[in-house]
């Protein structure tokens, strides 16, 4: 009974078996290469994360920079923009001046040529004599005008024929200057009266116009809807027929330039 009552001694812990351990261990060590890896994958992600936040602070700075400038720009556009609607205003106010001082040019120069009428179509030979074109243009005129006004040599500054142009089969035209403006403007309102379109009806009779006005009237005989530009001499302006289709012929009277036409253009549409 005695050993029976007696402690018995703790067993010793056991031990993994060798292969086991070493398995252990490796596991261990591949653990610990493992969160490593991790802590510095951890470190390099906080660092990106702190550069991308001090990358984020210079993009609000220049933002906000960008922001000043755009303001300064819409500031400066809107100043421009002020300046540019002056000078349009100022340019339209010279632009129309311009335009009127160029009709004054025109009309005064017009006026310079308020004797002078251009003949066309009036036969022409080779060694034409003066003697025999004034004879011819003479005769002309006063049958044209019914022998109303009766002119003579002593009527005109000067009859002469003007150079070839070698570009058309035509004759030469004639340049004819009235002593007397008011006999010129009386042939033509004769012209208009005794109706003699059957004599001569090759040769033709035209103001002498300056080369503004031959400018404006072949601009305003362009227009699709003109049917003829025909410049009163008398008046200094210009006559123009308009045609629509399906209404009759409409005119505009004592048109002084081509604006003056687009302008009056305008009211009939």
């Known amino acids: 009974m ?8 703790p067993a010793a812990p056991q031990r993994n078996p060798p292969r086991l351990e070493k398995q252990l261990q490796a596991a261990s060590k591949s653990q610990n290469e493992e969160i490593k890896e991790i802590s510095t994958v951890l470190k390099q992600f906080a660092k990106t994360l702190t550069d991308l936040a001090e990358k984020n602070e210079d993009v609000r700075n220049s933002l906000s920079e960008l922001k000043q400038n755009n303001t300064e720009v819409l500031k ?7 300046q540019i609607a002056a000078l349009e205003t100022e340019n339209a106010k010279l632009f129309k001046q311009v335009n009127f001082l160029t009709e004054q040019v025109i009309q005064q120069d017009q006026y310079s040529r308020k004797d ?17 074109l004034t004879t011819s243009v003479i005769k002309v ?24 142009n070698l570009n058309s089969n035509r004759p030469p ?14 042939m033509f309102t004769k012209l ?23 400018e404006e009237r072949n601009k305003i005989s362009n227009h699709e809807n003109v049917k003829f530009c025909r410049y009163d001499g008398a008046n200094r302006f210009f006559t123009v027929c308009i045609v629509t289709p399906g209404k009759p012929d409409r ?19």
């Open 2 to 9: 005695g050993d029976a009552n007696k402690t018995s001694a």
């Open 192 to 214: 208009v009266f005794a109706k003699r379109k059957e004599l001569y009806p090759d040769i033709k009779l035209h103001h002498g116009l300056c080369p503004g006005l031959i």
């Open 116 to 132: 002078i009428v251009i003949m066309t179509g009036l036969s022409y030979e080779e060694g034409e004599s003066q003697e025999e």
């Open 173 to 186: 035209t004639v340049t004819i200057k009235f002593i007397r403006f008011t006999d010129k403007d009386a």
């Open 76 to 82: 400066h556009l809107s100043q421009h923009t002020t």
């Open 251 to 269: 005119f505009l009277n004592r048109i002084r330039s081509l604006e003056h036409f687009n302008s009056e253009m305008s009211k009939l549409e």
């Open 141 to 164: 005129l006063n049958r044209k005008t019914g022998n109303s006004l009766n002119l003579t040599n002593r009527d005109f500054i000067a009859i002469h024929r003007n150079r070839i």
